[in-house]
Nanobody
Framework: VQLQASGGGLVQAGGSLRLSCAAS????????LGWFRQAPGKEREFVAA????????YYADSVRGRFTISRDNAKNMVYLQMNSLKFEDTAVYYC??????????????????WGQGTLVTVSS
């Protein structure tokens, strides 16, 4: 599956952004999907994940209650709604896909397919 992330940009602290990730190439509903991020000088970290049906979601503690992951299998899209953004949310955000209908991973190593990343910059 090919993944294309978009929606990043510059936003003030407290603001909102919605990231989108478009998938193509294979049956989208066969994949669990995740969002990861990497800030300058830091390792890539887990943000959120959603299983194939959308009924199971996981969030990193740092974003729980502020971010919402969702998917639309009819449109081959996954989204990350980000509210109450903080300066420390500044990073390149990546969507990723894992070919499975069993569970959903929270570790980058579980994902075989990655999008190119979209930059989110939060000004303080």
């Amino acid at each position: 599956v090919q993944l294309q992330a978009s929606g990043g940009g510059l936003v003030q602290a407290g603001g909102s952004l919605r990231l989108s990730c478009a998938a193509s190439g294979r049956t989208f509903s066969d994949y669990a999907l995740g969002w990861f991020r990497q800030a300058p000088g830091k390792e890539r970290e887990f943000v959120a994940a959603i299983n194939w049906s959308g009924h199971t979601v996981y969030y990193a503690d740092s974003v729980r209650g502020r971010f919402t992951i969702s998917r639309d299998n009819a449109k081959n899209m996954v989204y990350l709604q980000m509210n109450s953004l903080k300066f420390e949310d500044t990073a390149v955000y990546y969507c990723a896909g894992h070919y499975t209908r069993v569970g959903v991973g929270r570790y980058a190593g579980a994902y075989e397919y990655w999008g190119q990343g979209t930059l989110v910059t939060v000004s303080s």
